[in-house]
């Protein structure tokens, strides 16, 4: 459980961390990408962002632990992305900042 509180925290910082309106949905596909999709066709729509091999190694290597998170847990952890999501496209950014 530990590691989904990590995926939410980082994505949260993310999409307040300076983004735009545009960003955020992408940061939300990645992520739920990142619960649901398997490793190598994961690996090849993270390689889009033409990062360094060990940093898409590593990615895969923190992947290995999510694939463990029970697809019950995963399931409430897009629900609530979904949630942030629409929060984050239909008020804006600003809306997520403290």
């Not at 290995?64 to 008020?91: D, F, G, P, V, Y």
């Amino acid at each position: 459980m530990r590691l989904s509180l990590s995926v939410l925290l980082v994505t949260l910082a993310l999409c307040s961390y300076g983004a735009t309106d545009i960003i955020c949905p992408s940061v939300f596909t990645d992520i739920a990408a990142f619960l649901f999709v398997p490793d190598l066709p994961y690996k090849a729509q993270i390689q889009k962002y033409n990062a360094p091999d060990e940093l898409i190694e590593a990615k895969l290597q923190v992947k290995q632990c999510t694939n463990n998170i029970t697809l019950k847990n995963r399931l409430l952890l897009s629900e609530i992305l979904a949630k942030l999501s629409l929060k984050c496209t239909r008020l804006g950014l600003s809306s997520l900042l403290p």
